[in-house]
């Protein structure tokens, strides 16, 4: 099983922009690199497993200011705009929802990008960090996902990502996998199979 495997449950573009939720499976120990958003605030909501938030206080971008938040099931986290976070699932994995408000229409791709991905056997993880064989994929996601990574080596390798390939390569990306009517059609998928 991939590290993370996310599942588009409500988008932006059928709620006028309020919201978007991401039901998402987290194998043990997946994580992402410490970093924050600039438009919009995440709420993780644990449902079943174990799943350990790192955070800073409210605003602060500072990686060595977080500390850890192990949620129980039932339980969830807010995380506000412009403060340094990750997470790390645990050992038996975990199961979570997560809303971003208002809407992260790039974050909803990303979701069917990576879904897309890891159905052409072409996902690399990234949560430990941008290497040489992710960067540009870690490049173009973290774009999509408005994170601004907070430690200076993944700074570093995305930003020197070339910036025609980065865009080429997204292009691609959400051509291949995460138009607005993709997007549409997976929420509609998913909500037929819960209905």
Same mark, same amino acid.
């Given at each position: 099983? /991939? ?5 588009? $449950? ?22 992402? =690199? /410490? ?8 709420? &993780? ?5 174990? =799943?350990? =938030?790192?955070?800073? /206080?409210?605003? $602060?971008?500072?990686? %060595? ?7 129980? $099931? ?6 506000? *705009?412009?403060?340094?976070?990750? &997470? ?7 199961? $979570?929802?997560?809303? &971003? ?5 790039? &974050? ?5 990008? *990576?879904?897309?991905?890891?159905? #052409?056997?072409?996902? !690399?993880?990234?949560? #430990? ?19 601004? /990574?907070?430690?200076?080596?993944? %700074?570093? *390798? ?11 390569? !997204? ?10 009517? *993709? ?11 819960? %209905?």
């Amino acid at each position: 099983m /991939p590290d993370k495997v996310p599942t588009l $449950v409500e988008s932006g573009l059928l709620n006028g922009g309020k919201r978007s939720v991401i039901a998402s499976d987290h194998g043990p120990g997946s994580t992402t =690199i /410490p970093h924050y958003h600039k438009t919009f605030a995440e709420n &993780f909501k644990l449902h079943s497993g174990s =799943i350990t =938030i790192i955070s800073a /206080p409210e605003g $602060v971008r500072d990686a %060595a200011a977080m500390r850890e938040l192990a949620l129980g $099931v039932g339980e969830n986290s807010t995380i506000p *705009m412009f403060t340094a976070h990750k &997470f790390i699932a645990g050992e038996g994995g975990a199961n $979570v929802t997560v809303t &971003f408000e208002p809407a992260a229409i790039g &974050f909803e791709r990303t979701v069917l990008i *990576m879904r897309g991905l890891q159905e #052409d056997g072409e996902y !690399k993880p990234w949560g #430990d960090g941008a290497n040489e064989e992710n960067a540009m994929l870690l490049s173009v996601l973290s774009e999509l996902t408005d994170s601004h /990574p907070l430690t200076a080596e993944d %700074a570093e *390798m995305i930003g020197k990502q070339d910036r025609e390939a980065h865009e080429k390569f !997204k292009g691609e990306l959400i051509g291949l996998y995460a138009t607005d009517d *993709m997007i549409k059609e997976a929420v509609a998928k998913t909500a037929a199979a819960s %209905a």
